[in-house]
């Protein structure tokens, strides 16, 4: 029975409809020596057509097409700037987010149908995109049309893909294992490509680096980078890292979560990035509250803990780990819990406590003196001022709620593990960093959408009925 089940998940991995995504990364970074700059707009159409494709394939194979190309994308678009230039507008990462757009027009064909199911889920969404078009309305009043589009595409992209994707999710649960077998893969690739970075940063990631607004990836020394992988920024890349060992740790077998597992959290550490360590502690946690998950948390929680003990005793990474550790039992000495309070009191005492929003044109933070943006309380406030903000920040932690009442809802090993996600997204996430926008808002509405399946509950409507890509069998 255990043959015929790896040779179908064999089968599966060979048939899988990422591929052609695997390929354009590829290809994009093979053509960037020889084309220049003119791969970046032929990168980022290229992704809008992938997209096209993968639905077309399963949501399966477009939600793992969409793991792959945001966590190898920055990589690709490093590799062509150094070689073509510093981008600024780093127009290849809207590429990732044409790719999550595409679903939404099938999406938008049931909206028209008149036998369309009752979806109370979506009003949640649709206040949320309603906050999106006042925050870029914002920006367009202060002509600033690049940002307005730029930051719109950003906050907008993620909320139309989880409306898509909320109509193929189902208490089966098939999305969140094909994103779990995408993890099985990415996890080991990033992690080992982690420490290489950690311990000799390579010319793409070091031109990178110095020109770069970003503040937050160390120096480009050996031993001395905040680890982002082949991600945009230690946050994403920490983000990412701790969902798909959640993922790997409860829905794959052992021997495969701890294969994965063992590079990725090592990696993971060198990040240096705790509020991914305190969401992923949080998670397992409450995995350990409920019987069908308890096993694996405990396993979980003895793997993380011998990967602690194994980088903390490797010295190259010693010192810089338990340093980190020990400040999160030094609140006095703790600078960023410092400043992002510091961020709250700024809000507060500026003129007009931005009560009407600055919209999505912000200040570089790599500019002296610019205030950084932590947390989805801080990104809502600023963006869209005290009123609106909060509208948008209630949708939000409303959302997070729906998703985490999974667990209860559907009590299943999948349904406690993408609970969790929520509650470490309630919790950690959105008090110190935002889920709002680029990749980790992806992934969040990625999660959400699967918690809240449309075929749940007595009554629901069968997935049959509704409009679904072509092949769901998936990868």
């Given at each position: 029975m255990n043959q015929d089940r790896i040779k179908s998940e064999a089968f599966a991995f060979l048939a899988a409809g990422w591929w052609p995504t695997a390929l354009l990364l590829a290809g994009t970074a093979a053509a960037g020596p020889v084309l220049g700059g003119l791969v970046r707009p032929i990168f980022v159409l290229g992704c809008a057509v992938a997209g096209w494709f993968a639905w077309r394939r399963s949501a399966e194979a477009h939600v793992q097409s969409a793991i792959l190309l945001f966590a190898f994308a920055p990589f690709v678009r490093r590799l062509v700037d150094v070689v073509a230039g510093f981008d600024p507008s780093s127009i290849m990462l809207s590429g990732p987010l044409l790719f999550i757009v595409a679903p939404f027009p099938s999406f938008w064909s049931l909206l028209a149908s008149k036998d369309r199911p009752s979806n109370p889920w979506l009003?949640?969404?649709?206040?949320?995109?309603?906050?999106?078009?006042?925050?870029?309305?914002l920006s367009i009043f202060q002509n600033d049309w690049f940002n307005a589009a730029n930051g719109g595409m950003k906050w907008a992209a993620p909320v139309l893909y989880a409306m898509a994707l909320q109509q193929q999710a189902d208490s089966r649960f098939a999305l969140a294992h094909a994103m779990a077998r995408m993890f099985l893969?990415?996890?080991?690739?990033?992690?080992?490509?982690?420490?290489?970075?950690?311990?000799?940063?390579?010319?793409?990631?070091?031109?990178?680096?110095?020109?770069?607004?970003?503040?937050?990836?160390?120096?480009p020394l050996p031993y001395m980078v905040r680890v982002f992988s082949t991600?945009?920024?230690?946050?994403?890349?920490?983000?990412?890292t701790a969902t798909g060992l959640l993922?790997?740790?409860?829905?794959?077998?052992?021997?495969?979560?701890?294969?994965?597992?063992?590079?990725?959290?090592?990696?993971?550490?060198l990040s240096l990035y705790r509020t991914s360590w305190i969401a992923l502690a949080v998670c397992v946690l409450f995995c350990m509250l409920f019987q069908q998950t308890r096993k694996r948390a405990l396993a979980t929680t003895i793997g993380i803990a011998c990967a602690v003990i194994a980088a903390i005793a490797f010295a190259p990474f010693s010192d810089v780990i338990t340093s980190r550790f020990e400040s999160l039992g030094?609140?006095?000495?703790?600078?960023?819990?410092?400043?992002?309070?510091?961020?709250?009191?700024?809000?507060?005492?500026?003129?007009?406590s931005t009560v009407i929003g600055r919209g999505f044109t912000v200040t570089d933070v790599g500019v002296a003196g610019a205030m950084p943006i932590d947390g989805q309380i801080i990104a809502s406030w600023v963006t869209m001022g005290i009123p609106v903000g909060l509208v948008c920040l209630a949708a939000y932690i409303w959302t997070g709620l729906w998703a985490a009442s999974a667990a209860w809802r559907m009590p299943l090993r999948e349904?406690?593990?993408?609970?969790?996600?929520?509650?470490?997204?309630?919790?950690?996430?959105?008090?110190?960093?935002?889920?709002?926008?680029?990749?980790?808002?992806?992934?969040?509405?990625?999660?959400?959408?699967?918690?809240?399946?449309?075929?749940?509950g007595a009554g629901a409507v069968e997935t049959s009925a509704l409009p679904t890509p072509n092949n769901q069998t998936g990868a």
């Open positions: 009003v949640l969404p649709v206040i949320i995109l309603a906050c999106v078009v006042y925050g870029a309305a893969i990415v996890l080991p690739i990033t992690g080992l490509y982690g420490i290489w970075q950690y311990v000799d940063p390579q010319s793409w990631d070091q031109f990178w680096m110095v020109n770069a607004s970003i503040t937050s990836v160390g120096y991600m945009n920024a230690p946050a994403s890349y920490a983000t990412f993922l790997v740790g409860f829905l794959r077998p052992g021997w495969q979560a701890l294969a994965a597992s063992v590079p990725a959290a090592i990696g993971l550490l030094s609140v006095s000495n703790d600078s960023s819990g410092t400043e992002r309070l510091d961020e709250f009191v700024t809000l507060w005492n500026a003129p007009d349904g406690v593990v993408l609970g969790a996600l929520a509650v470490g997204a309630l919790l950690v996430q959105m008090p110190l960093t935002s889920v709002s926008s680029g990749e980790v808002s992806a992934l969040f509405w990625m999660c959400v959408a699967m918690a809240c399946p449309i075929d749940q």
